[in-house]
């Protein structure tokens, strides 16, 4: 199997243009097809707004959105970006992570392409981990997670509110393998 390709879609504000524009209809159409396991009540993405709803998540992830291309195709098969980080500019201690695959790309391809975006955030960004938060009623982002290493972490109960109603939100996270596990001094080492 060839590797998923993964292309940056960002806009450029000084230079008022987008990198890889041809894939955000492609990007907001999957983002449309799967709003209701990956966007609460209050992210109201539309038909009619899904471009514009798409443009704004760009430009509030920037420079971490991305596409994952099929590489026999070129066909997008799943998107890809960080948010909330939490660092100083110079340390990234975490970064939340949100994917969506067509439901094409589930299995092997969504593992395979996991294993490789982990491997180039920790390497680019090293935060000491990644976390996700997975509504409790999706299924496939929490097998997914498990298999790319993520631990279970913590329930949220009614945590928001989807199209099903009030919503439990579970978190999950990675560590970087190249860090500590746990950034805090243990209770004996002071």
Not at 65 to 71: H, N, Y
Request: proline residues 6%; aromatic residues 16%.
């Amino acid at each position: 199997m060839k590797n998923p390709k993964f292309l940056p879609i960002e806009f450029s504000p000084q230079k008022g243009k987008f990198t890889n524009l041809q894939l955000v209809p492609a990007a907001a159409q999957l983002l449309y097809t799967n709003r209701f396991t990956l966007f609460d009540a209050f992210f109201q993405i539309s038909e009619t707004n899904k471009i514009e709803k798409t443009i704004e998540l760009i430009e509030h992830t920037a420079p971490a959105f991305w596409a994952i291309t099929d590489p026999q195709t070129g066909a997008l098969a799943g998107i890809a970006y960080l948010y909330d980080w939490i660092g100083d500019g110079e340390t990234c201690f975490s970064a939340k992570v949100s994917t969506c695959f067509a439901r094409k790309y589930w299995g092997k391809f969504a593992k395979r392409a996991g294993k490789l975006f982990f491997r180039y955030v920790f390497a680019k960004y090293r935060p000491h981990r990644v976390c996700a938060e997975v509504y409790e009623h999706n299924a496939y982002p929490k097998s997914l997670l498990a298999a790319l290493g993520f631990v279970y972490e913590y329930t949220r109960p009614n945590a928001t509110l989807s199209n099903l109603g009030a919503t439990s939100v579970l978190g999950y996270a990675i560590n970087n393998p190249k860090c500590i596990p746990n950034p805090h001094k243990s209770a004996k080492s002071q």
